[in-house]
């Protein structure tokens, strides 16, 4: 097999392995962190809570949330992160500021 | 001119080219990631996967590889329900195809 060909096929396997599209389909509204401070976390575990804090957002860091449509678990919403560009959970009411930006 | 030792040169060259096809085949394989059956608790192949409210729904949750996902069904638009294990531990839909 010429190192072509063994370059393609390892390159199919990386691509093949690559994470699917992690794109949002449902497009958040544009929001702000209202509280002082506010965890933010990777996931909601149902049956615990929160779960795996990934960072801390100041007050006024742009996120976005669709009411109605993103989950809200126990006071607990589904929150994209416009900085690193990723999906969360933060509590509810520090999401304010709807379409402020 | 083909004589018998550039012949069995050749054959040979020919025996390593295939079966240096055949590990390389061997080594990609495990990136096939499948699509998942239903009743069986699937692996995560994909090093992320997200869990959604529906087919092209809200994002509710992220599954990492080597997390486990019970199929249920049914299928809809490339995606497919059931109950995503790991530290999401609810029911939602997930993109087909990136089991192990």
Redesign the interface.
């Known amino acids: 097999m010429s190192a072509k060909v063994a370059a393609a096929v390892t390159a199919l396997g990386i691509v093949l392995a690559a994470p699917p599209a992690a794109q949002a389909y449902v497009v958040p509204r544009h929001a702000v962190n209202i509280c002082q401070s506010a965890s933010f976390y990777d996931n909601y575990d149902s049956a615990s809570g929160p779960y795996g804090l990934k960072r801390v957002l100041e007050y006024g860091n742009k996120i976005g949330h669709t009411p109605g449509a993103h989950p809200v678990y126990n006071g607990w919403a589904a929150t994209f992160d416009f900085g690193p560009n990723d999906w969360g959970y933060m509590r509810l009411e520090c999401i304010g500021g709807y379409d402020s930006w | 001119m083909v004589t018998p030792s550039s012949r069995s040169t050749r054959l040979a060259r020919v025996v390593v ?1 295939t079966a ?2 055949v590990a ?2 061997a ?2 394989s495990p ?3 499948a699509n998942g059956t239903i009743g069986v608790r699937e692996t995560v ?6 869990v ?2 529906e087919p ?7 599954l990492y590889a080597g997390q486990t996902f019970q199929v249920k069904g049914p299928r809809s638009g490339g995606y497919i329900y059931g109950f995503a294990y ?5 029911n939602g839909w997930v ?1 087909d195809g ?1 089991f192990c």
């Open positions: 080219a240096t096809a390389l085949l080594v990609s990136a096939l990631a192949c994909a090093e992320s996967l997200f959604r409210t092209l729904g809200a994002w509710m949750g992220t790991g530290h999401v531990n609810r993109q990136w």
